[in-house]
Each structure stands twice: as structure tokens, then as C-alpha cells.
């Protein structure tokens, strides 16, 4: 019986994994948690063999999650799902330790075949994201975005960033919204954890 415990923050989508999970005969759901910062303490007290994660939850980011599962409880394999299919994001939870990533547009019955593999000690990986993310060695931030972000990261608002760079206010914010949609961020606090994770920054 594989040991499964679902990490989701969307009570719906939680729902209909724990309910999909449920119906196969091999796979059992020992846990089900809501927010980033509670998959650590729960993993290590019912201590699933799975554990399939959104990569963003309230709380605590999904890698570092995975960072801290992987050192408390090496056995224990991790499958990211993610609503940001981007090869950037991919290499972030590889990094972390994940053994599987896959999309949100993942269907069930490979969802259910992805947690089979982990356990078996295979990796699995979205198909088009990795062979994206193998390509993607170099830095996509010029040297101006990587300066942009670096003040970001220091906790620089879009007008000091501005006057900082004696740039205009609304070019900052193009800049914060091309670098965003470069790196598959979200946020500039995502996009500041994924260009330090990939050494871009």
C-alpha cells in the first residue's frame, strides 16, 4: 500500500485528489493538509511514502518544503504539482528534491501513474517542461533586470527602485512584469526565490 499525503491549499482541487486517490486499490491517503508550513510536522508524524504538493501554498513555499522533507525523511518522495508550467519552476523543485513535478494540467489517471513510479524510485518529470528546462543553462535576465531584481530583493519599492536607477516608475514595473513572466514567477518574491535558486541573482 502506498502512503499518500496530499499537500493542496484549494479545498476543491484537495478534494477531488484525496477523493480520486481514495478509489485505487494500492493507494491510501493518510493525510491531508491545507498550508505550506503544516506538510512538515504532519509528513513526520504519520510518515508517507508519497507526498504530492502544490508548489505554492500559504505559509511556506512548496521547495522549501521539499528541501526539509528530503533531510527529515530521505524514504519519503515528493511530487509537485504546479499551476506555473515553466522550465524555470521545474528546475526549482529538481533542486529542492523533488522526484516528480508535473502541472495542474495533469490528468488523473497520469497523476495516479506519476505517484506509482515515485514510489517505485523513479523520477517523472512534465515531458515538455524538462526538455525546456535542460536547454535552459543561461541566464534569461539582462544585466538591467538582473539589477532591477537585486533591488527587489532588498526590499526596494517600485518608486525607489526607480529613483534609484533614475528610471521611471512605470518602467520599473514593465521591467518586474517581463522578469516575472521570464522566470514562471507569480510574484517579485517568487521571482527573487527563483532567480536565487538557479544562481541568477
Known sequence: MIRVLIAEDMDMVREALVARLSI?????????????????SVATAVRPDVVVQDMVMPGAEGTAV??????????????????IDHPATLRSAVRAGAHGFLTKGTSATQLVAAIRD???????????????????DEN???????????????GYSSPQIAASL???????????TEIRSKLGARTRVDAVRIARENRWL
Not at 24 to 40: L, N, Q
Not at 140 to 154: C, D, F, M, N
Open 24 to 40: 485505487e486499490p494500492d493507494i491510501e491517503v493518510v493525510a491531508e493538509v491545507h498550508r505550506g508550513d503544516a506538510v512538515f
Open 166 to 176: 533614475q528610471l521611471a516608475v512605470g518602467t520599473v514595473r514593465n521591467y518586474l
Open 118 to 136: 515515485i514510489h517505485a524510485g523513479k523520477r517523472v518529470l512534465d515531458p515538455s517542461l524538462a526538455s525546456e528546462a535542460m536547454r535552459l
Open 140 to 154: 534569461p535576465l539582462t544585466p538591467r533586470e538582473r539589477g532591477i531584481l537585486q533591488l527587489a530583493s532588498e
Open 66 to 83: 521539499c528541501a526539509a522533507l528530503q533531510r527529515a525523511l530521505p524514504t519519503c518522495r515528493v511530487l509537485i504539482i504546479s499551476a
